[in-house]
């Protein structure tokens, strides 16, 4: 699985109520959500997430509620992948059952606005293109890694349950 | 090697001794849901094909965030998760204004020491002063685990916080949680299990227990828990022998060990626009106060009333102050009412509500307005979080939120007492 973009960075303890506000969780319409995606952050956005599938972060990136509505946010604003230095466990969770990808890696200060980027789920790597710098991140393992091939949970549980 | 409670519980679950860091499926014994999440998790079952839930008597669903019906979409989500409970003949449902799930849940006695719950809201952690395992997830990990009855997690670092001295007058278990997140801050606990212990963790009530756990996730923690003692075997009418098991060993291993001296406390408040941002109260200076809300899964129970009332009998608010009383649940509501504590807010100018998450997650009940200052017992200040981007949230106890509502600012109880 690789994903490649220019890329939009945010800082640390970006919580769920910068990616979706509390306002907007009557919605589960995926279209609707991304209307409103990261707008508790600044106003710049969601109109800078156009074209671009990688979204970096610092530390904590998701942290607060377990609404699943950012995840789904971010996904149907067209982010594939969130690279941050950590996530908030939660987040990770939805991320990675709902099929955006989060990947962890702590250099993520390297990558840059509008740098592009390269993702490699397979081969465990992050590539910056613009710097030319490659780094490693670990490769998802057992339950995870499953549910990551599958394409999220759904398929997951469908495969396992054989329906 | 000995083991922590939450080790213990985990390894039960998982059929075999877990270890820090690995990934393990574990056994649900309990799930709940809301109005929020619930509706995706409905939606995302169905796509499983999953037919019926693993264990009807094992789910509950509670509607508490956008209730009573804040508007159409709302009653729409409640009808989809009543639904739902009619196909699969789940009868644990708490409808619209009946309490906050986490003060409900706890109160009904449903769950029990040394169970494992997973709930579809990031506070579900609450349940840990019951000397339980208790996490939150989103819509989909809940709707799988409807499904499997089994989830995976991987087993968190262990950190302990014991606390001793002596608890001054006005402090409680939300000033103690909330200057632990002055330590550590928002990040402290990543991924870890806090352990709540020592003589002062020892003499707080179950409300104060709850309050302290609550906001274990404030900290990134996956649980929060407090060991089972003689206060927890009276909140479940058991003898605490029946709950010897249920506690760390006294040579399990912690990767953290935090000791935190009260003595001397003052109230702790958190400052825009974080959690982890906190100060003694007596430090913020003269900051004027629009919005204060007693309530919320931290702090909707009868001891969170009670220090409230205590503060507000016999007195008025500020004019020009709006202040909220939500009771937790009927329960607390019904409490509340027959100890006077409901004729105390009304007296003193207060506004009493039906249990909502409502003002906490700005949903609705008191959303704040740009530039407005709150004084909110809940959980999160968040930009944004209570209403507008521009609103200034303060965290704090119920006795302060009640004596900042009296004086018109940020004040300790003792300025009003």
């Known amino acids: ?163 | 090697m000995g083991q922590t409670l939450t080790q213990k519980i985990l390894s039960q679950k998982a059929g075999k001794p877990v270890k820090t860091g690995e990934v393990v499926e574990i056994g649900v014994d309990f799930t709940l849901t809301h109005d929020v999440t619930g509706p995706i998790a409905v939606s995302e079952f169905n796509r499983m094909g999953a037919g019926l839930v693993w264990d009807r008597d094992r789910v509950a669903l509670v509607l508490d965030h956008a209730t009573p019906s804040k508007d159409i979409q709302a009653a729409e989500a409640c009808r989809k998760l009543r639904r739902f409970a009619a196909e699969q003949g789940i009868s644990r449902v708490y409808d619209e204004g009946q309490g906050v799930e986490h003060v409900l849940l706890p109160e009904s006695r449903w769950l029990r020491p040394g169970s494992v719950l997973f709930g579809a809201d990031s506070h579900t952690v609450t349940a840990g002063a019951c000397a339980l395992f208790a996490t939150g997830v989103g819509s989909t990990d809940l709707a799988a685990i409807w499904a499997l009855g089994t989830t995976w997690i991987r087993v968190p670092a262990q950190m302990r916080l014991n606390f001793t001295g002596e608890m001054p007058r006005w402090l409680s278990g939300k000033d103690l949680i909330l200057y632990v997140l002055r330590l550590i801050g928002t990040n402290g606990a990543h991924y870890q299990s806090m352990e709540f212990t020592g003589p002062v963790i020892s003499r707080l009530d179950m409300d104060q227990r709850f309050t302290l756990c609550n906001m274990s996730v404030e900290a990134g923690a996956k649980n929060g828990i407090v060991p089972a003692d003689e206060v927890t075997a009276a909140f479940f009418g058991v003898s605490p022998e029946e709950l010897k098991e249920l506690v760390s060993d006294e040579d399990a291993t912690y990767e953290q060990w935090l000791e935190v001296d009260v003595s001397g406390m003052p109230p702790q408040v958190a400052v825009p626009s974080s959690p982890g941002n906190v100060k003694d109260v007596t430090e913020l200076g003269d900051i004027q106060v629009d919005r204060v809300f007693i309530g919320s899964c931290t702090n909707g129970r009868l001891g969170d009333l009670e220090a409230a009332a205590e503060v507000l009998r016999g007195k008025r608010i500020a004019r020009g102050v709006v202040a909220l009383v939500l009771p937790g649940s009927t329960e607390v509501f019904r409490e509340a009412l027959k100890r006077g504590l409901v004729d105390t807010f009304l007296e003193a100018g207060v506004t009493v509500g039906p249990p909502s998450c409502g003002p906490c997650y700005g949903g609705h009940l008191g959303v704040a307005g740009p530039g407005e200052v709150v004084v909110s017992t809940s959980n999160r200040n968040f930009r944004g979080r209570m209403g507008h981007a521009d609103a200034l949230v303060y965290l704090a106890s119920p006795a302060v939120a009640a004596a900042s509502a009296v004086t018109g600012r940020i004040s300790s109880p003792e300025e009003v007492i």
Do not use: W
């Open chain 1, 1 to 163: 699985m690789r994903v490649r973009s220019r890329v939009v960075c945010v800082g640390d303890d970006v919580d769920t109520d910068a990616i979706i506000p509390g306002k907007y969780l009557g919605s589960q319409e995926p279209a609707f959500l991304a209307l409103h995606v990261l707008e508790g952050l600044s106003g710049r956005f969601p109109g800078d997430l156009s074209n671009v599938a990688i979204l970096c972060a610092g530390e904590n990136f998701g942290c607060g509620s377990s609404r699943e509505h950012a995840a789904l946010a971010l996904r149907a604003a067209g982010i594939r992948c969130v690279i941050a230095a950590s996530f908030a466990r939660i987040f990770f969770r939805n991320a990675i059952n709902t099929g955006l990808l989060a990947v962890e890696l702590k250099e993520v200060s390297r990558l840059s606005e509008g740098d592009d980027v390269e993702v490699d789920i397979e081969y465990g790597k992050v590539v910056n293109h613009s710097t030319g710098e490659v780094f490693s991140i670990p490769q998802y393992a057992g339950t995870v890694r499953d549910i990551v091939a599958a394409g999220g949970l759904v398929e997951y549980v469908r495969r396992r349950t054989g329906r």
